[in-house]
C-alpha cells in the first residue's frame, strides 16, 4: 500500500515537475493593471493596429534563448519594431524568468514572475521592481500569458 502511495504522488507531481518554458508559445494577452486597479489589455489593441502580431510566436530554446519569429510577410510592415524582435538571452530560476535585454538603450533586462499550467505560461512584472522601465501611463504591473504551440 505504501509503494502504491508513493508511485501515485510521482504520478500526480510529475507533470509539474516536468514543465519547462522550451518551446513555441503565442502570446494571448498582454494585460496592464494600472495603480488605480483598473485592467487593460492591450494585445487585442496591437493586433487590431498591426495585425501581423498576431502571427508572432516566441521560441524558447534549451541553451537559453528567445527567439521572436515574426513571418517573412510581417517583416515589412513590422518595420518600426524590428529592434525589439532581437533574439533574447533568458534565465529560469524557481518561480521567475529573467529576461536579458539585447538593447538596453531600449529596455532593461526584466525579471518577470513565472507560472506554467498546463499549455500556460503567465508572467509578471512589477513596475515599482523596475524603476528605469517606461511606465508612461503609471501601471502597477504588465501580466504576459502564453499558450505552447
Known amino acids: 500500500m505504501n509503494a502504491l502511495l508513493i508511485i501515485l504522488g510521482l504520478a500526480i507531481s510529475f507533470p509539474t515537475m516536468a514543465q519547462s518554458v522550451v518551446g513555441t508559445w503565442k502570446r494571448t494577452s498582454a494585460l496592464i493593471t494600472y495603480k488605480n486597479g483598473k485592467t487593460m489589455d492591450v494585445q487585442p489593441m496591437l493586433e ?63 525579471t518577470y514572475s513565472l507560472s506554467l499550467t498546463g499549455s500556460t505560461m503567465t508572467w509578471v512584472m512589477n513596475f515599482a521592481d523596475f524603476p528605469t522601465m517606461p511606465n508612461p501611463g503609471k501601471a502597477k504591473s504588465m501580466t504576459f500569458t502564453y499558450k505552447r504551440l
Open 48 to 110: 487590431q493596429g498591426t495585425p501581423c502580431t498576431s502571427k508572432i510566436t516566441y521560441n524558447f530554446t534549451a541553451a537559453g534563448v528567445q527567439k521572436t519569429v515574426v513571418p517573412p510577410g510581417c517583416m515589412q510592415e513590422m518595420s518600426a519594431q524590428a529592434a525589439l524582435f532581437a533574439d533574447a538571452r533568458y534565465t529560469v530560476t524557481g518561480s521567475s524568468i529573467k529576461i536579458i535585454s539585447p538593447n538596453a538603450k531600449l529596455s532593461p533586462d526584466v
